[in-house]
Every structure is written in C-alpha cells, then in structure tokens.
C-alpha cells in the first residue's frame, strides 16, 4: 500500500512543481550516488523531505524529521514512519538520532537527507547549520551531496534544484575537535551558498 502511495506522492511532485535539476559543474546528466551518502538540503518547507526523495528515488534515503512530527499522528506520523525517516529529538539532547544515521550509512548501506538548517528558511535564506550533519559525515567518512531547492513551492512554478558533485570532508589534522567540526560545518554552508548563487545566475 504504502509503495503505491509513495508513487502518488511523487506523481504529485513532478505534475505540481516540474522539478528541473541542475549541476554545478554545468554537465546534464543522471542523479547518481556510488554507495551510501549523506544528502544535504536547504530546508523551505515541509515538503523538502517529498522532493529529495522524489530526486533520489532510485536510492530511497531515509530522511531526518523532527521527532514531534512523528508524535502527531494521524497521516503525517503514517507517512514519516512508513516512508523509515530518522526522528530528531529537538527538545532533548538525545544523540539516538546520530546513532541511527551511522547505521544506516555504515551498517544497511544505504544513505540518508538531512537538513541542517533545522527550520525553515524564508526569501531565500540559508540559515546557519547545526553541526549533526559534519558528525555523521566524519564518522562514518561517506561522501556527501549537497542539494538547493530554490523556493517557495508554488502550483505551476518550475522547482529549480541545484547539486553539487559527491565529495568528502576535509582529513582532520588533530582529530575529530570542535574546531574541526565547527569549521567543517561553516564549510558546507559556504557550499550551500555558492550552489544557490549559482543556480540563481542561471534563472
């Protein structure tokens, strides 16, 4: 059942929002991920988690919700555990949800999305990343891939989706620090941007 529903949902992503990806190297080609990934989004909506899956679909990434998503219940609490997305816990300093991240990644083989800006944007803006996303990407040494979505959503607005070449995070040179976390982090929000800003120069 719940196969058949995602199918709907992503007929729904491609009949409203035509997403239209680019790359930053300027080459056309297929979405293509050599193993487990961690695929980072800037977040807009709500709908973010749809359209990355929609993108990656050949690949099914569990994507990181807010754990109080899933505690609503009804058809968004359905949709979030069926679809196996990864609970964050934002109102206690639970770290289960790193714990989860790296087994998937390392153990299941399979990669997951995450939005480390942690709440919405608005206009266009990329807030500031939480450091969650450089943990995982350092313990487990996967590639990531970033992804901008250039919003709002809009009934017959094109959706335009720039994404970066897979890469690594910088070696650290004194070991896993703050500081090597913290710079790392600024790092991949500094690529964040300069996908946006190249995506706009396109528009």
């Known amino acids: 059942m719940f196969f058949c529903f995602e199918k709907f949902m992503y007929f729904l992503v491609r009949f409203l929002y035509h997403p ?22 800037n977040h807009i909506s709500h709908v973010d988690g749809t359209v990355v ?27 979030l555990t069926k679809a196996k997305c990864i609970p964050i816990d934002r109102k206690t300093l639970s770290t289960d949800w790193v714990r989860i991240s790296v087994k998937t990644l390392t153990v299941d083989k399979q990669s ?16 500031p990343f939480h450091s ?14 970033m992804v901008y979505i250039d919003g709002p959503y809009r009934f017959g607005k094109r959706c335009r989706i720039m994404i970066s070449n897979p890469f690594h995070l910088d070696p ?10 913290g710079e790392q982090t600024e790092k991949l ?12 120069a396109k528009l």
């Not at 300027?26 to 193993?35: Q, S």
């Not at 929000?189 to 706009?200: N, S």
């Open 112 to 127: 997951i999305a995450i939005y480390p800006e942690g709440r919405h944007g608005h206009n266009r803006e990329i807030l």
């Open 53 to 79: 899956s929609y993108l990656f679909r050949k690949y099914r990434p569990h994507n990181l919700a807010a754990k109080d998503r899933f505690e609503q219940g009804g058809f968004v609490g359905w949709y």
């Open 20 to 41: 239209k990806v680019s790359f930053e190297d300027g080459v056309e080609r297929e979405i293509k991920l050599d193993g487990p990934t961690v695929i980072v989004s």
């Open 172 to 181: 650290p040179t004194e070991g896993m620090t703050a500081d090597y976390i």
């Open 132 to 145: 969650g996303v450089t943990t995982i990407a350092a313990m487990t040494s996967c590639p990531l891939v």
């Open 189 to 200: 929000h500094e690529r964040m941007l300069r996908l946006q800003g190249e995506l706009i």
